[in-house]
């Protein structure tokens, strides 16, 4: 076939949507328990919203970005993530006008042009969540604990959180000196975008992927040593907050995140299960990006969860088969009077909510049991001739192979009484 899905992109289907309708199902559930209310956003923005909001000297930013020209000479970007999006909605919306504080959450196509690997695609989906209008560590333990919650709804154990905190702007500045002076020391040994990012934002080069630079990075001052002391108090809060509720976590200063709007708290969960790609949910606290893209003061905390990551982890962890899928019955016929009735009483029992399926293909009457035997329907029959004479169908169990009379015209109440209690 000539014309295949692009790169780094996957049809959903089958068993895999299954799956998926499974953990979204859950997601939903798990952000109601937290009373976090739902919002979809659209999949393009203008491009200087992520530039501004995400950073310019990220990745993300940098390489990563599906932009295009439309033909209203608009600059615009696929979303490589959605916390922009649903920041410039927030404030859009004058959601800070009321009571606070705003919760939020997405399950959203995102975006980024990525070399395709295990758990790294170019259209892939993520799901995450947002507070707005608080800056009390216990904002920041709530959206742990929505992470932490889902892993353990998902049967996903060999997951490790590991939470750092990056200070506000003052500790961040006097952090970036100290940094900036170890950096200028092994300038020769790091590559030429860590030495280009080490004036812009030297917190950038600790993030880069180069195992080279890495080797040169590993005793690079932290920016713990350097919290100041209402940053400190914060990040203590905040442990104390995660081991009231059993949480278990490591402190681990390497955490410093791929975008530049975070500040104090950051966190990540690791898995081991998935190589490289281990992160399935990684976020923080960013109090200044709200101002940074609307000019209004309001901090705010939340995370982003890869779906193919905590799909790929809880198969590797939790191979329980899915539960079967099942239709409730299924009505062949033969010829076209049965035909008739056998579509009527199909579309009848949709409408009270009975998953009812019939032929569409002109089967024979054998071949529709076969049918029938494939979409794993729980009961089945057919009607002839004689059941339109007699005005009764006989109805099977498919895997008893008990049958029951029933009249014809009282079938669809008898059928619900029967599969619905
Ligand atoms: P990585 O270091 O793996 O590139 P990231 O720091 O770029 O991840 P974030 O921007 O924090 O990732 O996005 C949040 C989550 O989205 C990640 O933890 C991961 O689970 C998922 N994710 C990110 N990029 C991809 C991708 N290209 N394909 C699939 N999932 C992804
Ligand atoms: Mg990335």
Known sequence: MELRALKGTKDIFGDEMRKWLEVEEIIRNLCDDFCFNQIRTPMFEFTKLFARGVGDTTDIVNKEMYSFVDKGENEITLKPESTAAVVRAFLEHNMYADTQPTKLYYISPTFRYERPQAGRQRQFHQFGVEMFGSDSPTADAEVISIGY????????????????????????????????????????????????????????????????CQKHLQDAPTVLDT?????????????????????????????????????????????????????????GRYDRLVDEIGGKHVPAVGFGAGMERLI????????????????????????????????????????????????HLQRSIKAQMKYANKINAR??????????????????EMESGDEVTIPMDQFVQAFKNIVQG
């Not at 905040?238 to 975008?259: H, T």
């Not at 009077?337 to 009812?356: D, T, Y």
């Not at 009961?379 to 099977?396: C, F, H, N, P, T």
């Open 227 to 283: 919290l100041g002391e209402e940053c400190m108090a914060h990040f203590n809060q905040l442990q104390e907050l995660l081991k009231a509720m059993d949480i278990p976590f490591v402190v681990d200063p390497s955490i410093v995140r791929g975008l530049d709007y975070y500040t104090k708290t950051v966190f990540e969960f690791v898995s081991n299960d998935i190589g490289a790609q281990g992160t399935v949910c990684g976020g």
């Open 312 to 359: 790929i982890v809880r198969d590797a962890e939790n191979n329980a088969p899915l539960a079967l899928a099942t239709k409730d019955i299924f009505i062949g016929y033969r010829g076209d009077a049965a035909m008739v009735e056998a579509i009527k009483l199909v579309n009848n029992l949709r409408q009270v909510g009975i998953s009812a399926e019939t032929d």
């Open 379 to 396: 009961y089945s029959m057919i009607i002839g001739e004689s059941e339109l004479e007699e005005r009764s169908v006989r109805l099977k």
């Open 149 to 212: 919650t889902l892993l353990k709804r998902l049967g996903i154990k060999k997951v490790e959180l590991h939470i750092n905190s990056l200070g506000g702007p003052e500790c961040r500045k006097k952090y970036n000196e100290t940094l900036k002076a170890f950096l200028g020391e092994k300038r020769e040994n790091l590559c030429p975008l860590c030495q280009e990012r080490m004036e812009k934002n030297p917190l950038r080069v600790l993030d880069c992927k180069n195992p080279e």
